[in-house]
């Protein structure tokens, strides 16, 4: 028997998913950012592009920032931030944002950050995968305040071609698998785990997760979890409201474990890498409040896909993503010290 084909969520088209929220220069209280990620199958170099702006909620003057990271096979890798007037951020509608020399539209990127050794820039066109969009946090519980931030993948799946430069040295992209994210909202969760792999070995589908946690009343509520697996035939998810909770997830720097029912299979999904092949990320809410964010490209992922056997469950299909796998973990409070690469918000260059 085949797998089932979850319904799932009407979505708009990719377009709309990566419509600006900020509501212009009198909306206080916003942070918005849009990423792409990139892996290159010939040179196994990863690139993690962001685009980014705050407005802060207690007026002082809002920004918006480029962002860029390589990792090699190894970990190392180049980071870079430039940080600009909110004034320099454009909304162009369906043909997408500008920010200084960037711009991201539906079908290109290009832009460029830092200088010397650590100056990134990109020339890129992104032509759409076949497997969609997915939003992991319904708008309802986004507008009830029951979550502090809203996230969906406009592309789960990108064909990426064009030259991405770090340090000096180029690398060409022949169509490499890539993706696109969209994340908006008042103040980033308190705890967070997010993965994407482009490709399992051996298949071309993805996988898309992400685990949150948010205080209420001083009270760190459980991960809420959603999880997108497209094995290459079928798509099995969840993330509807009364699904988000029903989800075991466990995480922590290095190592995720996330498991779900999808309809009439289960999924399970552990993803891990060394904490030495993150980079940890210095954020700022609107608030001012700090938060870190640890990112890899490097990661592994295995997945197992359970069908019913009686009372029970037995595996049914195992996929695996080997060094190829973008995962983060988030948090506020003491910074994790073991992720040798950082960049700090005082590292921005001022544009």
């Keep these: 028997m085949g797998m089932m084909l979850m ?21 206080r209280g916003h942070y918005e950012v849009w990423y ?15 685009h980014t702006l705050n ?26 931030k430039d940080v600009y007037p ?31 050794a650590r100056r990134v ?14 939003r992991h946090v319904p708008l309802k519980l986004y507008r009830a305040r029951l979550a ?27 169509r490499a698998p890539g993706e696109q994210g969209h994340v908006f909202g008042r103040r980033h969760a308190d705890r967070w785990a997010w993965a994407h792999v482009h490709r399992f070995e051996g298949s071309d589908g993805v996988l898309e997760a992400v685990s949150a946690q948010v205080r209420k009343l001083g009270l ?69 409040e700090r938060v870190y964010c640890n990112h890899t490209e490097t990661a592994d992922c295995e997945v197992e896909v359970l069908a019913r056997d009686g009372a029970g469950w037995r595996v049914e299909r195992r996929l695996e993503a080997r060094g190829t796998t973008a995962f983060e973990v988030g948090e506020r409070g003491a910074r994790d010290p073991r992720p040798p690469r950082r960049l700090d918000l005082a590292e921005a260059r001022q544009v």
């Design 220 to 288: 760190l509520l459980p991960p809420a979890s959603a999880l997108c697996l497209e094995p290459g035939d079928r798509r099995l998810a969840w993330s509807r409201a009364r699904d988000l909770w029903r989800a075991s997830s466990r995480f922590e720097l290095g190592r995720w474990e996330v498991e779900g029912q999808a309809g009439d299979r289960r999924v399970r999904a552990r993803i891990t890498a060394p904490p030495q092949a993150f980079v940890s990320v210095e954020y700022e809410d609107p608030s001012g």
């Design 121 to 134: 820039a990109w020339e890129l066109t992104l032509e759409p995968g076949p497997f969609g969009s997915f």
């Design 36 to 50: 792409v990620t990139v892996h290159d199958p010939v040179t196994r170099r990863a690139f993690w592009l962001r």
């Design 7 to 27: 319904k799932s969520p009407v979505l708009p088209p990719p377009q709309a998913l990566n419509a600006v929220q900020w509501g212009g220069p009198g909306r």
């Design 148 to 174: 502090g931030s809203a996230v969906s993948t406009p592309y789960l799946s990108l064909a990426v071609s064009g030259w991405i430069e770090a340090g000096g040295v180029r690398t060409r992209l022949d």
């Design 86 to 116: 909110l004034e320099a951020f454009s909304d162009a509608g369906p043909g997408g944002i500008g920010l200084g020399p960037a711009r991201y539209g539906p079908l290109v990127a290009r832009g460029e950050v830092g200088e010397g």
């Design 55 to 80: 407005a802060p909620a207690d007026g002082r003057p809002g920004h918006a920032a480029l962002w860029a990271f390589t990792f090699e096979p190894d970990g190392s890798g180049v980071q870079a």
